[in-house]
């Protein structure tokens, strides 16, 4: 089991990488921890409020390399975690998401070659396998990667460029593969926490299509977990998926949400599907449990607290579905669905 002093978490600001930090911050507290954000639409320091004076932050772009540097300087350890992270999002324009999970991913990739780093934890995505509707099987980390959205191939470049770095230069390089996550501090554009928010302001819930595409739901507190366990016990070169074993329809994400803040059922609409939607996610973590990880939030646990979380948060939720950028895009995607 590797330890290491000193990290840097990129996109640290964001949902996963704020929950992060504050579980790192539980769990190692000797560790230092370095967050670099560019506070992108999606990165708030409110996320990081209360764990403000613990860790360094730094305000700047993965993708620019003196960035990069001057904060992995002195660290011993890299999680990458900053990205554009909407698939609905990558549909509009796939530029920023180039520019950040590809040519972002290289130049971190790049800095701790030069800095000598010992060990680069690139955070990836179960959507680089691509969609496994019709079949019953999960996904396995042999199997070749199919990306079907701009936002998971450019994950899935990543993938690719920081196995690169390993097969061509020995860089000591882990991969996770993430299901969908939700819990605390996730911006409400994503399903989860824009159903809750929606159902607290007695708003539509907007269901794609026949409600029907599964996802495999892990809380984030085991998404967590699961990126410090490859981090620290994962073998250089491997990918490892982390789910929670969970098949979950779209249409019961919804049902559920109603029923948990006490809405009527009557506030969810279908819309029009996403284009080329992938309709079944499923991964098998057997990899990661054989180091010793194990999910622990069940979904009926996991959903209710996470509605509680937004109930008991309402000024950050309002704060963000306040600002122009959320509303340019909630415009932009749902007016016409
Ligand atoms: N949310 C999920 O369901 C899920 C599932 C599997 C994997 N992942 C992966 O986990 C990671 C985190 O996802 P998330 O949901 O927390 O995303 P998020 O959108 O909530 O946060 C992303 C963070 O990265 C920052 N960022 C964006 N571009 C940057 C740049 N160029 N330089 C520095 N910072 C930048 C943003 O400001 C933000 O704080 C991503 O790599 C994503 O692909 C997410």
Known sequence: MAEFTRVLVTGGAGF?????????????PTRKLVVLD??????????????????????????EPADARRTMRGCDAVVNFAAESHV???????????RTNVAGALVLLEAARELGVNRFCQVST????????????CSTETDA????????ATKAAAEHLAMSCCLSFGQDVVMTRGSNTYGPWQYPEKIIPLFI???????????????????????????????????CAGAAGQAYNLGARLEVPGSEVAARIVELTGRPAALIRSVPDRPGHDYRYSVDPSKAEALGWRRRWTWPDGLAQTVQWYRDHEDWWRAVKEKLEFRKHDQAWYANR
Do not use: Q, W
Request: aromatic residues 8%.
């Open 126 to 137: 179960d959507e680089v396998y691509g969609d496994l509707a019709g079949t019953n099987r």
């Open 38 to 63: 560019k506070l992108t639409y999606a990165g708030n320091l409110d996320n990081l409020r209360d764990v403000m004076e613990r860790i360094e932050f730094v305000r700047g772009d993965i993708a």
């Open 16 to 28: 996963i990488g704020s929950n992060y930090v504050r579980y790192a911050l539980r769990e190692k």
């Open 145 to 152: 990667l199919h990306p079907r959205s701009p936002y998971a």
């Open 88 to 98: 609905d999002r990558s549909l509009l324009d796939s530029a920023p998401f180039v």
């Open 197 to 231: 928010t929606n159902a607290l302001d007695e708003r539509h819930l907007p269901v794609y299509g026949d409600g029907s595409a599964m996802r495999d739901y892990m809380h984030v507190e085991d998404h967590c977990a699961g990126v410090e366990t490859v981090l």
